[in-house]
């Protein structure tokens, strides 16, 4: 079943065409950890972004291998677009931006970004 989230202000929508995940990753690089990400990577073709593209802004930073995108009117970010280890599209979501995910019940992988 597809699951939908956005931005705090609501000018940025989007639908994953997909179930909603049971597990998310935390990243203690520079970004993430400042950011308080948990996230979920899906293929690009499993994203649509609703409305907002003209509220959006990339910062890029390291490597410049992910796009991460906010809303320029309220600052959240609630997806990247990069590249999977295979080298296919794909979209990083924040499920802090998706209400119909219980935080509390996913299951966290830590990731060790610092030491990239």
């Known amino acids: ?6 931005c705090h202000c609501g000018a940025v929508t989007f639908t994953v065409a997909a179930d909603a995940p049971g597990e998310a990753m935390t990243c203690n690089c520079s970004h993430c950890r ?9 293929p690009a073709d499993q994203f649509t972004l609703d409305s ?6 990339d910062y890029q930073f390291y ?4 796009t991460h995108q906010f809303c320029t009117d309220c600052g ?3 997806f990247a677009q990069g590249q999977g ?5 794909m ?5 802090r931006c998706v209400p119909s995910v219980d935080l509390d019940a996913l299951r966290i992988s830590k990731v060790d970004g610092a030491s990239f």
């Not at 907002?52 to 802004?57: H, I, R, V, Y």
């Not at 280890?85 to 599209?89: I, K, L, R, T, Y």
């Not at 979209?91 to 499920?95: M, R, V, Y």
């Open 1 to 6: 079943m597809p699951y939908t989230g956005s």
């Open 52 to 57: 907002g593209a003209d509220k959006l802004s």
């Open 91 to 95: 979209q990083a979501i924040n499920l």
């Open 76 to 78: 959240t970010q609630a």
């Open 85 to 89: 280890p295979d080298g296919s599209a």
């Open 63 to 66: 490597r410049h291998r992910i």
């Open 34 to 42: 400042r950011k308080g990400f948990m996230l979920t990577f899906v």
